[in-house]
């Protein structure tokens, strides 16, 4: 059965959620993405996770997207003399080279490229910002700072640098591994931590060689200097609002939020909202108030999707914490003011054939009700143009490709089937049909508005607009 919802859940698998009884119950709870976080975890781990999911998909006949999330370059620390010190509030503190453990007047600063990126007046954040250096001087040698906000470090905690942009591979040797692993088990998103340029893409892109869908993670600030060559660069966009957070004010972080995904929508890429939107489950069977309307918020301006972190992958309440998620996105979407704000957001289509094709079928089935929308696509980019009108009937994605399909069921209001490729109009029309009924988003007499690209099975032809009636 379809979805009776537009926006997607993402939940990441840990050790909370590894066996198939749990993954199966989280399928049919509302999940269409699984995570898979390569920070935590055994590559036997994520192939054990990874089989399951394919023998739910099998099983269901649904096409399910499994997402890897690579751990990027991790900033850290290194250790204490006695495990932990106290830095007191204006008192001088150092970062330097020597790998000897550290006290509470130094310690060591694994990461030879900070001492030549960072400058006198920026800020060095400790442990997920809770503590908070300025730099005083750096000599390439070591970092001076003085403590502005104090409290307790210990071993190995992370930096954060918010003012620079740092010149650090995106790729660790850990990455590099990590992804031949995620693409040789068949992921069909891969995930990049720590984007801070437009060509930091390059390398990842080249990697993945069409293999999978490059999904890029906004966690640095440094990124929205050049967010609009990022997010063109890219496939889809994860709001990374934890690491963001750390980096930002907090009270900045809504209103880049919502420009993140109102450029997602004008470039017509799929975007995730992410991290801590039901954090309270991964302890209590229900959500507080102000997540419930977190969540809800990301529904109402028009988020691709949203995702579960600790919640699902090692909370007490995984399967309660997508239910309830569902129900959150359940509820916005039947409120009469969504659509209304989803027209308000409307991004006028770009001067191509596939846009004027896709903005006239979002046109034709509300102006005569159509049931469904349907798009024909081989490799996806039909379907994603219909997405980014926003259309309030199902979009039906037929395409031929499984990789396809499933790479897809990231993206807002798409439903798709995998059925072999027509070769006339007369064929189109009879398979939309019956793959509408097959899949119970239509009945008959309803009425479809197709659209699709002839010569069929050819990609970027999209040129042909039909009204059917099943």
Request: charged letters at 25%; glycine letters at 6%.
């Amino acid at each position: 059965m379809p979805r009776l919802r537009k926006a997607k859940i993402v939940a990441t698998l840990g050790p909370s959620t590894s066996d198939y009884d749990t993954i199966s119950a989280l399928f049919h709870a509302g999940v269409d993405v699984f995570r898979l976080n390569f920070s935590h975890g055994s590559h036997e781990d994520h192939r054990r996770r990874y089989d399951i999911i394919r023998e739910v998909e099998t099983k269901t006949g649904r096409p399910i997207s499994v997402l890897a999330d690579l751990q990027g370059p991790k900033l850290r620390i290194g250790t204490f003399e006695d495990g932990k010190v106290t830095l007191a509030t204006g008192a001088e503190f150092v970062l330097d080279n020597n790998p000897a453990p550290g006290n509470r007047d130094r310690v060591h600063l694994p990461h030879r490229e900070l001492f030549e990126a960072v400058k006198a007046g920026q800020s060095l954040l400790l442990d997920d910002g809770k503590l908070r250096l300025e730099v005083l001087d750096s000599d390439g040698q070591r970092i001076r700072t003085r403590v502005t906000v104090g409290g307790q470090l210990s071993d190995r905690k992370g930096v954060n640098v918010p003012d620079s942009v740092l010149p650090i591979p995106i790729l660790t040797e850990k990455d590099h591994i990590d992804l031949q692993f995620a693409l040789s088990l068949g992921a069909d998103w891969i995930a990049l931590s720590f984007v801070q340029r437009p060509e930091d893409l390059d390398e990842a892109r080249t990697l993945i060689a069409g293999r999978a869908g490059l999904m890029v993670k906004l966690e640095k600030p440094a990124a929205l200097d050049t967010l609009e060559e990022i997010v063109s660069s890219s496939d889809a966009v994860m709001v990374a609002r934890g690491d963001l957070g750390v980096e930002l004010p907090p009270e900045r972080v809504p209103g880049v939020q919502k420009r993140i995904l109102r450029l997602c929508r004008n470039h017509g890429k799929p975007v995730i909202i992410a991290t801590q939107m039901l954090e309270s489950m991964i302890s209590s069977p229900v959500p507080t108030r102000a997540e419930a309307s977190d969540v809800a918020t990301a529904i109402y301006d028009g988020a691709d999707a949203v995702m579960l972190s600790a919640e699902s992958a090692s909370g007490a309440y995984p399967v309660q914490a997508v239910t309830i998620m569902d129900r959150i996105i359940g509820e916005v979407e039947r409120d009469p003011l969504y659509p209304s704000l989803l027209d308000a957001q409307h991004e006028l289509p770009l001067p191509t054939r596939s846009d004027a094709i896709c903005a006239a079928l979002r046109d034709v089935t509300q102006t005569i009700r159509a049931s469904v929308t349907v798009t024909y696509t081989t490799s996806g980019f039909t379907s994603l143009r219909a997405a980014r009108q926003r259309p309030m009937a199902t979009i039906l994605c037929i395409t031929p490709r499984l990789a396809t399909a499933r790479q897809l069921a990231l993206v807002w209001g798409l439903h798709s089937a995998v059925s072999q490729d027509v070769t006339s109009v007369d064929e189109m029309v009879s398979a939309a049909c019956e793959i509408a009924l097959r899949e119970h988003i239509a009945k008959p007499g309803d009425t479809l508005a197709i659209a699709a690209g002839m010569p069929f099975g050819e990609s970027g032809t999209t040129n042909l607009l039909r009204i059917a009636q099943v």
